[in-house]
Nanobody
C-alpha cells in the first residue's frame, strides 16, 4: 500500500506564501500521477493541481499563475508552491497518488490564510 506523508501547511497572511510537500513510499509505480486537492468547510473536495511522472501538469483555474506544482521522481515527492495566497485558499489540502491500478489519499494538511 502506498503511503503519503504531507507537510508544509500552516497559517499565513493574505499575500503570503507556503510550500506543501508530499512524499510517497511503498510500491510506487513508474507511471503515476501525484497532486493536490483541497476541501474548504461546507464545500466539496476540488482539484488544485496534478503532475504526472511524465511531466505534464494540470491546474485549477483559480490557482493558475499563483501556484506551481513540481515533483522529484527520484524521491517520489510532489511539491506545491503557493504564492499570493488569498483567504479563499483556506482549506484542508490533500495529496493524492494515482496509478493504473490504485489511488490513495494523504491525511490532509490545513492551510489557513488570514485576511
Amino acid at each position: 500500500q502506498v503511503q503519503l506523508v504531507e507537510s508544509g501547511g500552516g497559517l499565513v497572511q493574505a499575500g503570503g506564501s507556503l510550500r506543501l510537500s508530499c512524499a510517497a513510499s511503498n510500491s510506487i509505480a513508474s507511471i503515476n500521477v501525484m497532486g493536490w486537492y483541497r476541501q474548504a468547510p461546507g464545500k466539496q473536495r476540488e482539484l488544485v493541481a496534478t503532475a504526472s511522472s511524465g511531466g505534464s501538469t494540470i491546474y485549477a483555474d483559480s490557482v493558475k499563475g499563483r501556484f506551481t506544482i513540481s515533483r522529484d521522481n527520484a524521491k517520489d515527492t510532489v511539491y506545491l508552491q503557493m504564492n499570493s495566497l488569498k483567504s479563499e485558499d483556506t482549506a484542508v489540502y490533500y495529496c493524492r497518488y494515482t496509478s493504473a491500478v490504485y489511488a490513495y489519499w494523504g491525511q490532509g494538511t490545513q492551510v489557513t490564510v488570514s485576511s
